[in-house]
T-cell receptor
Framework: GAGVSQSPSNKVTEKGKDVELRCDPI?????LYWYRQSLGQGLEFLIY????????KSGLPSDRFSAERTGGSVSTLTIQRTQQEDSAVYLC??????????????FGPGTRLTVL | GNSVTQMEGPVTLSEEAFLTINCTYT??????LFWYVQYPGEGLQLLLK?????DKGSNKGFEATYRKETTSFHLEKGSVQVSDSAVYFC?????????????FGRGTSLIVHP
């Protein structure tokens, strides 16, 4: 009965370093989303995976951001050459097959990234 | 594009007061509408949803009605408790570029005092 898990829960890095954030979705969920939540802001959509289809990357803010999803399950969000403005909470969510967008998302606890 | 606008917080109330958090949206087509809640130190979780016009979503004493004519989905509760203190996010899900990508509002912080 595990929910969505994310690791690490906190990450402090130096400007210019690369970071990898991990998301384990709920077993059987075909859809997986990454969001960024900055202080005082809403959730900013980053990328969406649905089954074996090509991901929707329309929300990635720059080419420093990339994500992959292996075997239709675990996903990794990679940020290269981190900048201070990348500091935020990165949230992962999963859902069962979207039925016309009516299905709820289940969120992980997030990874708080701090770039010094 | 799609957008969600919700009232800015924080909203500060005394216990047993009436709560309204306004939410309006812009979307093409017929979106589904959601309210998510984020309790301190926890992840977002679904509070309620409505998938078509005039539907009312309800959960834990909270209600919201999908109003297509005013493009609104205001969250209400008749008597709030201290345990309702959290951040509330209004969201919609609509077809965009072939995908159902949810759009979230900025969140409204609710603080309930005893």
């Amino acid at each position: 009965g595990a929910g969505v898990s994310q690791s690490p829960s906190n990450k402090v890095t130096e400007k210019g370093k690369d970071v990898e954030l991990r998301c384990d979705p709920i077993s059987g969920h075909t859809a997986l989303y990454w969001y960024r939540q900055s202080l005082g802001q809403g959730l900013e959509f980053l990328i969406y995976f649905q089954g074996n289809s090509a991901p929707d990357k329309s929300g990635l803010p720059s080419d420093r951001f990339s994500a992959e999803r292996t075997g239709g399950s675990v996903s990794t969000l990679t940020i290269q050459r981190t900048q201070q403005e990348d500091s935020a909470v990165y949230l992962c969510a999963s859902s069962s097959t979207t039925s016309g967008g009516t299905v709820e998302q289940f969120f992980g606890p997030g990874t708080r990234l701090t770039v010094l | 594009g799609n957008s969600v606008t919700q009232m800015e917080g924080p909203v500060t109330l005394s216990e047993e007061a009436f709560l309204t958090i306004n939410c309006t949206y812009t979307a093409t087509g017929y979106p589904s509408l959601f309210w998510y809640v984020q309790y301190p130190g926890e992840g977002l979780q679904l509070l309620l949803k409505a998938t078509k016009a005039d539907d009312k979503g309800s959960n834990k004493g909270f209600e919201a009605t999908y109003r297509k004519e005013t493009t609104s989905f205001h969250l209400e509760k008749g008597s709030v408790q201290v345990s309702d203190s959290a951040v509330y996010f209004c969201a919609l899900s609509a077809l965009s570029g072939g995908s159902y990508i949810p759009t979230f509002g900025r969140g409204t912080s609710l603080i309930v005092h005893p």
